[in-house]
Every structure is written in structure tokens, then in C-alpha cells.
């Protein structure tokens, strides 16, 4: 007790000193001076780095939605999709009642090397037995990755053998692609779609560009639909196909930092053909400046939703430790003006994660009307002098309502118990080859196989063990969707993820309008006051 009134009567002494000598307690000294007084004086022993690392957090989180820390690990996990590569054994895989099941190999990877082939069961990694525990896929994914060059020993399951298969797989860089799919949607309109803008994205649209140019592409959908962002650089140089030399593409600014001015730094390639992009609520950041980018200069159209509104540029401070700050510097303005951030209050991270309940509940995704913007956010397109709007996000030309006709809560229950996946994981496992032997590749596929009566019952039977009751109103409402659900996830089991989106698309509202947009010259040039 002495010790403690002896240790308190110090620190008041030690403030008193301070205060008579005028010192200065600055906010990080304040700040060091409590990490030392916790780490010293708390009754347990205590986590130095948690509580910095907790610090640090609570301290963005007063700041905008977007200033964020991150760990070591978390900083290396948040890269891997941009930088365009991680080290692995080159799979994709789904976790199926508790089984880790391959889908595809990577095209020249580890696994493909040494002989994995779809439909494979991994049972065990390193003497670790992976199948039946509930492992997490983050779990699995970390025994599978590892430094290039060293070695991860798998065992598996194939349909046929009896005895379990051993294979010592060489991790090697594994590419992560960004252009899920590019197709020819008709014999003139190429469809590409890019669910993030990473590192390799540019490569990867301009070798997708080629190919569909070689197939008589003259016009092109691009798809931006659920597109997170990602580079400013990938989102610049794509602009850059469809621009001319100069053409401003996007800039930003801050009272505190230099502004930038990003432009075309050449004349573009597809400076001619129609273009379309296609956006929703989840379309965000680098995606919006494509898309901000593609209307202000009166170049394409856009067609869906508002986009999501994110606005905001994070610039990475590192520490030594590979731990990092994403830290919000300025914001960005498309050519016209326009700043894409939607408004936020500052420590309100709530109300800016709930901003797409609230656009639900006023009726926003179902009708344009429910839409207003003042006068104040009026900006006008750089060429035919459109009216355009500001305040948050990319209001689309053609808006596309959200379509829900379909949706009940028994294909709810399908989807989120797992069923739609492992029915057809089962299916394809069985079939695969008797499948690729009538369906040789996705077009034949996609022209011929009808997912019948008798597979349908399958599915209504492994619901059932699954616990979703069969409801035969809601599974008529829903029927023609699952149809093609169904027949699109057997398409990307048996042949590429691309296939997926050639069948998928046909229930997209978005898409289908976008197509009959863009062949239809009078309402195209309509849109843009040509």
C-alpha cells in the first residue's frame, strides 16, 4: 500500500514539476505516456503491439470510412488480389460438406504440373487432415500458400480410385486475374468484364481487346457491375483506350496535398466504337473514374445503378514491421467537376455501412425518380454539354431497376445453406465425363444442355436433406432463374469461370439492356445529344 501511495504521490509530483517548468504534453507524447503507463502499471500482463495496433485503429476510425490500419499479415492478404500473383499450388477450389474440392487447375501451374485434375478431393495437407473438420477456407488457404520453391505435400480423393492419391506439389507464382470473362455477346459486341483493377489489368483488357477484335468486335460492353476498384493506374490506362491524347481523365484535390491531373498520354484505339459500361451500387473507385471518365467525355453510355460513391484517395504509409496506414489525403473530381465521394460524417462509420439500406428503403434501386439532386450538383459533359450530376457516385444514363421477381425465400435458403454449389459440385463429379463428351467446349455447352425435370428433382431432394422444406409456389417463381443459375455454375465447374458469365448473363437486366443499347443507334446517339 505504501508502494502504491509512494508510486501516485510521484507521478502528481512528477505532472506538478512538469506544469511548474510550462511544460508541453503534445498529443504523441500524451499518447506515449499512456501506452507506458498501461504497459507498466495494468494488472495483467499486457500486448504491447495490440495496443498500439488498437490505438491506431481507434484513431482513423474518428476520420473518414476509408483510413484504415492494417497488421503485417492483413497488409500482405490486402495486396495479393492487386498485386496480380501469390505463391501457391495453383487451384481453385470450393469447400463442399466439409471437403475441400477442386474446381480447376491454374492453366501451367503446380498442381496441373504434377497431375491434379478437377473433381479431386484434397483430404490432407502435410500430414494435416483437412476434410470433415469445418475448416475455414482462410485456414485451408494457408496451409496451401508458401514461399515459391518449397514444397507442400497434398493427399486426395478421386472419384474411381479407392486408395487415396499422394502428390509433392513445388509452390510456384500463382496469377490472379482480374478480366473474369471476355466473350462476343453478338457477331459485333465484345463483352468484357473486370472485377477489380490490379497490377496485370491493363495487360489483361488489352490482350482481351485483341482477341475479341479478331473476332469482329466494332463495339463494346464493358462490365464494371460489384467492381470494388482497386489501381488508379489500371483505371487511367484503360480510359486511355477510348480517349485522345490529353484528355483528362481524372484529377484530385486537397487543401493539404498537391492536386494531380491524370491524363491520356496518347491517342486511344477504340476512339470509334460504341461503348457501354455497366455499374451498379457496388461499383466503386476506380471504377467510377472509368466509368465518370467515359461520360463526362460524352465517349460511351453508362447503364444501371448508382454507383457505390467512394471518392476517397488513400495514400500507404508503411512501417518497418510491414504493418501499414491507408490514410486519406484528398479526394477525386472526374473531368467535369464532379467529386465521386458520397458525403459521410466523420467517426459515423455505422451510417456510412448502412448507406445502401438506405438507398433501398427509398426506393432508389427501383425507381429513377426516387433520385433528387440539387441544382448545386449540376455539372455539364466536356462535348455535347450534358447535364450530369454530382454529389456521390455515377448516376447512369439508362438507369436499370433492380429486378426481384424472381427471388423467394426458398431459393434464399438454396444459396445460403449451399445447396446451388454442391449440387452441382456432386453433379459434375459424377458426370464430368460423359458432360465433356457431349458439351466438348462452353458454346456447345451453352447452346444444347437444358438442365431438365429429373435434374431439377435432384436438387429439390438435396434440399431437402439440407433442411429447406420444398415450397412448389416459390420454387415455380423461381424456377426459370435457377434453370439458368444451375446450368451457368456447371458451365464454370466444367469449363472456365468466363463460361459462367455467357450463360449468367441472360438474367441480368443490366446486361440485356446494355446489348439492345448499344445495336440500337438512334437511342444511343439519343443518350449522348448526338
Request: with cysteine; net charge negative; aromatic share 10%.
Amino acid at each position: 500500500m505504501r508502494a502504491l501511495t509512494f508510486i501516485i504521490l510521484s507521478i502528481i509530483i512528477s505532472a506538478s514539476a512538469a506544469v511548474s517548468q510550462n511544460f508541453v504534453l503534445t498529443p504523441e507524447r500524451k499518447l506515449q505516456y499512456a501506452e507506458g503507463i498501461i504497459s507498466k502499471f495494468y494488472v495483467d500482463s499486457v500486448d504491447r503491439d495490440t495496443i498500439v495496433d488498437e490505438a491506431i485503429r481507434a484513431m482513423l476510425k474518428t476520420l473518414d470510412p476509408h483510413s484504415a490500419y492494417s497488421t503485417p499479415e492483413e497488409t500482405r492478404e490486402l495486396n495479393e488480389p492487386l498485386n496480380g500473383n501469390f505463391s501457391g499450388v495453383g487451384i481453385q477450389f470450393n469447400m463442399g460438406t466439409d471437403t475441400l474440392y477442386v474446381i480447376q487447375t491454374v492453366a501451367g501451374g503446380p498442381s496441373e504440373k504434377v497431375g491434379l485434375l478437377p473433381g479431386d478431393r484434397i483430404i490432407m495437407v502435410n500430414d494435416t487432415v483437412i476434410a470433415g473438420v469445418k475448416m475455414k477456407n482462410t485456414d485451408v488457404m494457408k496451409r496451401l500458400r508458401g514461399p515459391k520453391g518449397s514444397v507442400v505435400n497434398v493427399k486426395i480423393k478421386r472419384h474411381g480410385v479407392p486408395e487415396l492419391i499422394e502428390f509433392n506439389i513445388t509452390r510456384d507464382d500463382i496469377p490472379i486475374y482480374s478480366v473474369d470473362a471476355a466473350y462476343m455477346a453478338d457477331p459485333t459486341t465484345g463483352y468484357i468484364r473486370i472485377s477489380r483493377f490490379a497490377e496485370q489489368t491493363p495487360q489483361e483488357f488489352t490482350e482481351a481487346m485483341t482477341k475479341l477484335r479478331k473476332q469482329g468486335m466494332k463495339q463494346l460492353i464493358i462490365d464494371l457491375q460489384d467492381n470494388g476498384g482497386g489501381y488508379l493506374n489500371a483505371a487511367q490506362e484503360l480510359a486511355g483506350h477510348f480517349l485522345k491524347k490529353g484528355d483528362l481523365i481524372v484529377y484530385t484535390d486537397s487543401p493539404r496535398a498537391p492536386g494531380y491531373t491524370f491524363v491520356a498520354d496518347k491517342d486511344g484505339d477504340f476512339r470509334d466504337g460504341r461503348v457501354v459500361v455497366l455499374v451498379n451500387q457496388f461499383s466503386a473507385s476506380a471504377s467510377e473514374i472509368l466509368a465518370g471518365a467515359i461520360q463526362d467525355h460524352d465517349r460511351g453510355v453508362i447503364v444501371g445503378r448508382r454507383t457505390f460513391g467512394k471518392g476517397l484517395v488513400q495514400r500507404p504509409f508503411p512501417f518497418p514491421d510491414g504493418s501499414m496506414i491507408r490514410l486519406t489525403v484528398s479526394k477525386y473530381f472526374t473531368p467535369s467537376g464532379r467529386c465521386i465521394q458520397k458525403p459521410y460524417v466523420k467517426g459515423d462509420l455505422d451510417d456510412y455501412i448502412d448507406d445502401m439500406k438506405h438507398r433501398f428503403d427509398a426506393g432508389e434501386f427501383m425507381h429513377s425518380d426516387s433520385i433528387h439532386f440539387p441544382d448545386s450538383l449540376q455539372y455539364k459533359t466536356l462535348h455535347a454539354g450534358r447535364t450530369v450530376y454530382g454529389g456521390g457516385g455515377i448516376m447512369p444514363d439508362r438507369f436499370i431497376p433492380l429486378d426481384t421477381a424472381w427471388y423467394t425465400t426458398y431459393y434464399r435458403d438454396l444459396l445460403a445453406k449451399g445447396t446451388l454449389y454442391q449440387y452441382v459440385l456432386g453433379y459434375v463429379d459424377q458426370h464430368r465425363e460423359s458432360l465433356k463428351k457431349a458439351y466438348p467446349d462452353e458454346d456447345a455447352f451453352a447452346r444444347n444442355f437444358e438442365p431438365g425435370d429429373e435434374f431439377m428433382q435432384g436438387l429439390i431432394e438435396k434440399a431437402e436433406k439440407d433442411g429447406t422444406k420444398y415450397d412448389e409456389s416459390q420454387f415455380r417463381q423461381s424456377e426459370s432463374y435457377l434453370r439458368t443459375v444451375l446450368k451457368a455454375l456447371l458451365a464454370r465447374d466444367l469449363y472456365e469461370d468466363g463460361a459462367y458469365y455467357k450463360i449468367a448473363n441472360g438474367l441480368n437486366p443490366t446486361y440485356t439492356e446494355g446489348l439492345k443499347l448499344i445495336n440500337d443507334i438512334k437511342e444511343y446517339n439519343k443518350l449522348l445529344d448526338r
